[in-house]
């Protein structure tokens, strides 16, 4: 389970402004942790707590979430209350998004949330944080952590420009900072354009490097998707 703010979530993308001039790879892929993914060709219960099922906000996550869908061989089955295998809260924009990775929300206690989403479903950020956070609890780890992003970081000023936005080192280290090499991770090609890569400001690398953020899912993961859950003839 990954700590990230003395929670048990992986983060979204905190707020930013998106850097001029924006360096993208483009080889595709992403990076998978397999010990976290769900059963092959299951259904995932999606619990809702108290939310209105026919409103906009609760509308406005399936929207967002179902893009994962026709890639993957699983299921989602969204319904009211608290009691799921994956079970969703809102907090103000202030405040960031989270999710647990993968069937590591199993581990959280019944009742308790694990994945945090923004409140406002007519936020511009609101879509492409929805899709984000089900690519952690469909066991996708970030982007930029990938060990071959080579992505020139520069340390010390990572910590103080995170800390500034509320993260502590730990935190920084779970959710910025690149990935150890193990064969815990399922590591694809780096890519550069995946809904998993946060906005990188050129603060926190050596001043030459940036990378904006996506709104959508890249073809890498899609890819990534196809092959942790692959539909019959699909599997790369």
Known sequence: MII????PFLHSPLPNEEAPGASRSRTRRNVGEPGTYWPQNSTI????????MNGPWVQAVKNAA??????INLKFEFVSGEEGD????YRPLSQPAGSDL?????????GEPTMHLPADPTDPDFEKTVIHEFGHMLGARHAHQHPDSNIPWNVPQTYAYYGRLGMSEESVRSNILPLPRSDAY??????????MHYHIDPEVTDGSWAQSE???LS???KAWARNAYPRTGQAE
């Not at 219960?45 to 209105?52: E, S």
């Not at 399922?186 to 809904?195: A, C, M, N, R, V």
């Open 4 to 7: 990230a703010n003395s929670s």
């Open 45 to 52: 219960k999606i619990a809702l707590y108290g939310y209105d």
């Open 66 to 71: 179902n893009q994962w869908l026709p890639h």
């Open 86 to 89: 994956v079970r969703i809260s």
């Open 102 to 110: 993968g069937t590591n929300a199993r581990h959280t206690p019944p």
């Open 186 to 195: 399922s590591l694809l090609p780096y890519d550069g354009d995946s809904i």
């Open 214 to 216: 996506s709104y959508s």
């Open 219 to 221: 073809e890498g993961d």
